[in-house]
């Protein structure tokens, strides 16, 4: 039966350190999954792959004109300035605009949000630098990162995110400096995988995916330690039951930086893709007080099935069709119908910060959608046929593509 206790217990332990890929945080985090997965009986793998990380030395921000230094963080893969920085008058360009960016070169820019890649590649070269404002008065600076590709194509543009309290009173900076120093690095990453052999259809498999690597600096803890827990509490409900269907649970790091771990998986099972019958992707859990929600990225009648099965359980959770960034779209990019559940709460607003601690994960978070994915998960191991088709509709199609062309280079 599922865990809460322990789903909120393996939250907290995971999200005691940051877990960048590629680190000895997420080497401790693997080697603390491998072994609970293994103690729960089930023979659980490390599956390497080469990740593009990066490491920072300094990142700093001051007005030159009026004086004074800001508090930031850096944007990963963004570029780097050299230990002497840059120095530029600071131009407000909000998200930006055309009729806001100078043709001058040698400025850096105040931006209401970080730029998408068409936008990013039309600023390199003018600008020496961009500060990107939070849109949250609350938030911290993000600890994000742009795919290292768009440096590699377009060139170098040292970013850094502000709070936007700091980025009102840039509002007033005629000039500023920047300091941005990154070593790029390509380590082994790796993705944890387990399973649980079915018994009459054992070549069709419910995979329950999660990414167990948080962004750089950040413990990361209902991103996505909560999700991350959450699966390997479901791995332990299952391990000592036999099902018709094959249960594999995929934990991948690399999330953070582009999905790279579950695209790297999806290369690496290419020939298996069609036996996974539903992807069941865990991202963002944890937060004790909260609502739940499901996207679902495959046919209607998975929907349908899906929501079904919460309203007759009596659970409240809200159903859409839709794309998730997050690593269950590797999957929907290649056919399969995937089921994103996540949990939404009041520490969402902390994602991406150092703020993302545990000291809010509760057994509480996991009560109806522990239960609910338990029953979801015994129907479909169990089921003579699965109740929809292994397929996703034209329409999420072209929302998928128009994801990942929204980064990729």
Known sequence: MFDAEYAASLAKRLAAAPRFAGTSGERKARDLLLNELSQAGLEAIAEPFRVRTFKVNACRLESIDPPFQVPCSPLGFSGETGPEGVTGDVIYIESVDKALTPSREGWIGLASR????????????????????EDNRYRLPSHVAVPYEWREKYGSLPSMYVSYGDAIRLLSSKKARIVLEQKYLRPLSYNVV?????TKYP??????????DSVYGVRGAVDNAGGTAFAVALARAFAQRDSKRTLRVA?????????????????????????????????????????????????????????????????????????????????????????????????????????????????????????????????????ETIPFPHSIPEELSKKVKEYFSRWEV
């Open 203 to 212: 070549d069709e498999i419910i995979l329950v995916t999660a990414h167990y």
């Open 194 to 198: 387990a399973e649980k052999r079915g």
């Open 251 to 383: 934990l991948f790091s690399g999330e953070e930086l582009g999905l790279r771990g579950s695209q790297a998986y999806v290369k690496r099972h290419r020939e298996e893709l069609d036996k996974i019958k539903l992807v069941l992707n865990l991202d963002v859990h944890g937060d004790a007080i909260g609502r739940n929600g499901a996207v679902v990225t495959g046919p209607k009648e998975l929907k349908d099935y899906a929501e079904s099965r919460a309203k007759i359980l009596g659970y409240t959770i809200s159903f859409r069709e839709d794309v998730m960034s997050s690593d269950g779209t590797s999957f929907a990019r290649e056919g399969v119908p995937v089921l994103n559940l996540y949990r939404a709460g009041g520490t969402n607003i902390d994602m991406h910060t150092v703020r993302d601690r545990g000291d809010h994960i509760s057994p509480l978070a996991y009560r109806i959608l522990g239960a609910y994915a338990e029953t979801l998960l015994d129907e479909l191991l169990n089921a």
């Open 114 to 133: 970080r730029p998408g890649k068409d936008e990013w590649r039309r600023i390199v070269g003018k600008a020496s630098g961009l500060i990107i404002a």
